[in-house]
């Protein structure tokens, strides 16, 4: 369990110095913190007793909690595995936080499967506790991005050239699923900076092929406003 006062980076210097090397992290962890508030969100503002609602709620914690246990498989696989290669336990402390995120995934499953089947009186009181229980994870899992983002960072710095963290992460990409992609990239039209859906979509054009890329644009235009749209589209040399 960690705790604000003992995260690694936590002042203003650290955090308003530019990232000097590739951060592996930074992206998916902006798009997954959306996500997470997102739907913590929709939780609370959700009218239990409306069916079409509560059913949509449901599918979109689900959604979220089957992201983030494909998430922790990512980093297990391709991350933790890199790191620990050159530096035997380097990956624990993280590691040692994603066994109690699966478990915490799989609970907050049952909760939701609960609230979805729920008779009308225990409504209530089950979205009440989805709520906090959801709301609790994503605190943690925002504290455990803090320290991946910083010290798992420093190890994978000191111990490999950016030439192979990008490459690294270009394995780890190339095993997303087409829709899988589509959903990230839904979270990421809004949580990444125009200048940052640049590179993302440079990125994406040396590696998908145009009609991918178009598909995924299409995706970022439905959650972006008009202003952004425009400024994406003037960033990445495309008629808005
Ligand atoms: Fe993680």
């Known amino acids: 369990m960690h705790t604000v006062s003992a995260l690694p980076g936590n002042t203003y210097a650290a955090a308003a110095a530019p990232a000097p090397r590739f ?11 959306e996500f997470m508030h997102h739907t913590v969100a929709a939780v609370g503002a959700m009218d239990v007793d409306d069916a079409g609602e509560r059913a949509d709620v449901c599918d979109q914690v689900e959604l979220l909690l089957a992201t983030l246990r494909g998430h922790v498989q990512h980093e297990n696989d391709f991350i933790h595995t890199a790191i620990e ?11 040692g936080d994603h066994v109690e995120h699966l478990e915490a995934i799989a609970n907050l499953e049952d909760e939701t499967h609960a609230l979805r089947c729920a008779a ?3 409504r ?3 979205a009440l506790r989805l709520y906090r229980h959801l709301a609790a994870f994503v ?3 925002l504290l455990h ?3 991946e983002e910083t010290r798992n960072n420093a190890s994978l710095w000191a111990l490999y050239r950016d030439d192979e963290l990008v490459e690294l992460h270009g394995r780890l990409m190339a095993t997303i699923p087409p829709q899988e992609m589509a959903m990230t990239v839904r979270w990421l039209a809004v949580a990444l900076s125009v200048p940052e859906l640049a590179i993302l979509f440079a990125d994406l054009r040396a ?4 009609p ?10 439905e959650q972006v406003s008009a202003p952004r749209w425009a400024r994406l589209a003037q960033a990445i040399g495309r008629q808005p």
Not at 26 to 33: D, Q
Not at 207 to 210: D, E, I, Q, S
Not at 212 to 221: H, I, P
Request: charged share 20%; aromatic share 4%.
């Open 139 to 141: 605190g943690e899992n």
């Open 212 to 221: 991918a890329v178009e598909a995924l644009l299409g995706v970022v235009r």
């Open 23 to 33: 951060d592996i992290y930074v992206f998916i962890h902006k798009a997954l913190r």
């Open 145 to 147: 991005m803090q320290v």
């Open 207 to 210: 590696k998908a092929p145009p």
């Open 120 to 122: 009308p009186a225990q």
């Open 85 to 95: 290669a050159r530096r035997a336990g380097g990956a624990a402390e993280t590691a």
């Open 124 to 126: 209530t009181m089950l």
